[in-house]
């Protein structure tokens, strides 16, 4: 690079559709600076109106996504020097990108680097589970989160949609309704709740669905259910599910 390094706040007006809300308001933005940038230091410090919290981006040819604490597919809050992502704009406005948010995280370089998907300052601190799916090449992930502020709605400071349910060979989400999420913030239930999970396959094969993660739900149970076989594994016994899946979409 033969240039001045940037060292100065920039912004980037971002745009929103209208007749299509599902499809339209994503915008490409990325890092002006020539160091990481904190997004949840963004976001608390000079949130913007009218955008989503949760960032995209592409990652080992999947989407990734990340939204306060938690990232889904690699997604963290720690976007590389000059790294593209998107962000999701309800109405026409403006994110702020501050130098101040600016910081050195020496383990991340680019968004292609395969990461943990979790955020290095908070994660722990947050009631989740994380479903793997797995076949013999690949995986891929997904979140559910609870809060006492979520609601079943999408909630712009919790929840990331599934960005492309076609990237890569594998997709997996959960839906509520008609929306589709990469990371779904709950709030916690006071009997039951029972949560869709849907995946897609390019390539017919075995698959096994198990929790990598399970954090700060000791007082309650969590299973996962099979309804057209009628099978439950309990997922805090690390328990795993193998089956066979076709081509397409499997609910």
């Known amino acids: 690079f033969s ?16 007749g299509f809300p599902d499809y339209q308001g994503y ?10 940038l904190d997004w949840d230091y963004l976001i608390h410090n000079y949130p913007p109106a009218y955008v989503d919290n949760a960032i995209y981006f592409t990652n080992n040819g999947t989407i990734a996504s990340y939204v306060s604490g938690l990232g889904s597919d690699g997604g963290t809050g720690t976007i590389p020097p000059m790294q593209g992502f998107f962000v999701k704009a309800n109405s026409n406005s403006t994110v702020s990108l501050h130098a101040s948010a600016r910081v050195h995280y020496l383990d991340q370089y680019r968004y292609k680097k395969k990461s943990t998907g979790e955020n290095y300052k908070s994660s722990d601190t947050i009631s989740f589970v994380r479903l793997l799916l797995e076949s013999s090449d690949e ?13 079943t709605g999408f909630d712009r400071t919790l ?9 890569g060979d594998i997709n997996m989400w959960t839906t509520i309704g008609d929306v589709a999420y990469s990371i779904n913030g709950l709030p916690f239930p006071l009997t039951t709740m029972e949560i869709p ?20 739900l000791e007082n309650y149970s969590v299973t996962l259910k099979d309804l057209s076989l009628h099978k439950t594994i309990d997922l805090k016994m690390y328990e795993s599910y193998e089956f066979t899946a076709p081509v397409g979409l499997t609910k």
């Open 3 to 18: 240039c001045v390094i940037n060292i100065s706040n920039r912004s980037a007006a971002v745009t929103c559709g209208s």
């Open 27 to 36: 915008n490409l933005i990325g890092n002006p600076f020539a160091s990481c």
């Open 139 to 151: 995986s891929t992930d997904l979140v559910v989160r609870f809060n006492q502020k979520a609601t």
């Open 159 to 167: 929840d990331a949609f599934e960005f492309n349910k076609e990237a």
């Open 197 to 216: 999970v849907e995946i897609n396959v390019k390539i017919p094969g075995n698959y096994k669905i198990s929790s990598n993660e399970l954090n700060k």
